[in-house]
């Protein structure tokens, strides 16, 4: 068959259900292959918005998600993607075109060298030259791409190659059985734990598995330790639950890390130092477990001294068989933190100021929202606002990213998020800056009629930047900006915009979002002009207090 339809073939035999991104000109023969499949191509307004969307799907499938582009220009807008889905640990594979390899055709003309750009962005990255070896590289792609850690990988499909005939045969994807943590290693951490005073458990990103997260809700329901989340492990247990003690939002100072300080054992549940550290360690101040499917990676705040390596389910559900509640145990201090960060957490929920003050923004998103629907973040002042006020019930409730931390996946996240659970309810939150990265992906949104709602906060700044400007004393410089008529940009994209002016019409704007189809724009105007007041001092002051 043709070189192009065996790769498709073999996209098929992976499970592969969508394609996102941009054709070019090498990529014709894999276009009108994947005319005739049971693949469907989902085209984009920019490669990073379908590389984004890939990621993405594969976050919350757990399946690679699979985009595709052209060379040069093409696939240089794949790096941002790239990047986020291999810190944030999101299986993806990207497919870019590329010149004939065997006769040069137009000498230089768009070539970058792409599999030496994506090296150091993937876990494999390859061109093929030759249509025989189609089969083991795509399903060695997939392969990489899923087995732990996830990531990202990449193919190079020249066209020539894609026009080339070949006899050989799609490979079948293997089973792989993760394997189980060492027996001696259950043990040292069954005896860590046991001895410990005040054991605490941390929740990362890695343990947003289904399993994962039904073995941590036993393990905490038996033994009663609390857990606190890092941002990216928000929901893997129901943050109603009584022994939640917050998110670790804040790199410092707020009432989690008073219990951090406190823990003479921390229990540490898929985080690695990829995601912004939750604690520094000190040497002989507590013990550390590292329980993950790999390894510890060595920095200087983190090092561990006893690993738990395996499939992290099974690793719990042994945990948990092996330990029982003990008498010495002291979770009194941990208590009070509680205490102190319910009675913060509540504080200006009814403040009904307009522009609306982030509290009360997180709490009508909380009120509106389903607890399985699904909250999709960009990067931004807000993010730390929804970490720490937005109790997540089910895990990937909250799709944030503080890993890579990129402005723009915000909606194209949504996106692809409405397209994984069409029956759940999708919200996607940007600041004004990050959404504007993107925004021609709201005619995407309209085309594949994707019932999402966009919420824009304006506030006409960088505000991340410019809190951490104000933080560190500067004078601010640099950060203001116009802005658009966002209602206006939605209506020309084909969606349906909104303006509220009070916290109870954006309420209003936001529950009639939510109940009808199509795709609902809310320029949101909001006031962060207490974010150094509250998250640099307030909280500082208050949990040192304890």
Wanted: net charge negative.
């Amino acid at each position: 068959m043709k070189a192009s339809d065996l790769f498709v073939r073999a996209l098929e035999a992976e499970g592969v259900q969508y394609v996102f991104g941009i054709p070019g000109e090498e990529n014709l023969d894999f276009l009108e292959s994947l005319r005739t499949s049971t693949i469907k191509l989902i085209l984009t307004r920019h490669e990073q918005g379908a590389g984004f969307m890939a990621a993405t799907w594969g976050r919350l499938t757990g399946e690679a998600g699979v985009c595709l582009a052209t060379l040069g220009p093409g696939a240089t807008n794949f790096v941002t993607p790239a990047a986020y889905a291999q810190l944030g640990a999101m299986p993806m594979l990207m497919i870019t075109g590329q010149k004939p390899v065997k006769a040069s055709k137009q000498g230089h003309f768009q070539i970058v060298d792409i599999v030496d750009m994506m090296k150091p962005l993937t876990k494999y990255t390859r061109q093929i030259v030759a249509s025989d070896n189609i089969p083991a590289r795509v399903r060695e792609a997939f392969r990489r791409a899923h087995e732990e850690r996830p990531g990202a990988v990449h193919l190079e499909l020249p066209e020539d190659i894609a026009d080339e005939e070949t006899e050989v045969q799609v490979l079948k994807a293997s089973h792989v059985r993760r394997p189980v943590a060492d027996e001696k290693s259950i043990v040292y951490a069954v005896e860590a734990i046991t001895n410990a005073k005040r054991p605490l458990l941390m929740v990362g990103a890695g343990a947003n598995r289904k399993t994962t997260s039904k073995m941590l809700t036993e393990f905490v329901d038996k033994l009663g330790i609390p857990f606190f989340t890092t941002q990216m492990g928000k929901g893997v247990i129901d943050e109603a639950h009584p022994l939640w003690l917050g998110n670790a939002a804040l790199s410092d100072g707020d009432f989690v890390h008073r219990a951090i300080e406190k823990a003479d054992c921390i229990i540490n549940c898929g985080h690695d130092v990829i995601e912004k550290p939750p604690f520094f360690m000190r040497k002989g101040l507590r013990t550390v477990i590292h329980l993950n499917f790999f390894s510890a990676e060595v920095d200087t705040v983190y090092f561990p001294q006893i690993e738990v390596v395996g499939d992290m389910a099974n690793s719990i559900w042994r945990l948990k068989q092996r330990l029982e509640p003990q008498a010495h145990w002291d979770f009194g201090y941990f208590n009070q933190v509680r205490d102190a960060l319910n009675k913060h957490l509540a504080l200006r929920s009814d403040d009904e100021r307009f522009p609306i003050h982030p509290v009360k923004m997180v709490g009508i998103i909380r009120d509106e929202v389903d607890k399985n629907g699904i909250v999709c973040l960009d990067n931004g002042m807000y993010k730390l606002w929804f970490a720490r006020y937005y109790r997540c019930h089910e895990p990937n409730t909250m799709l944030l990213d503080n890993a890579l931390a990129t402005m723009g996946a915000g909606l194209p996240s949504a996106m692809a998020a409405k397209m994984v659970y069409p029956d759940r309810k999708v919200v996607a939150v940007a600041g004004d800056g990050g959404f504007m990265m993107n925004s021609q992906e709201l005619e995407t949104a309209v085309r594949y009629n994707l019932n999402i709602a966009v919420i824009v906060l304006r506030d006409n700044a960088y505000g991340m930047i410019k809190w951490k400007q104000s933080g560190m004393g500067f004078e601010t410089f640099g950060m203001d900006m116009g802005n658009p008529d966002f209602v206006k940009l939605a209506e020309a994209f084909g969606a349906r915009g909104w303006r509220p002016k009070s916290t109870e019409e954006f309420r209003q704007n936001l529950r009639q979002a939510l109940a009808e189809p199509g795709v609902d724009l809310i320029e949101l105007a909001i006031d962060y002009s207490e974010n150094h007041a509250i998250l640099n001092k307030e909280i500082k002051e208050l949990s040192k207090a304890m």
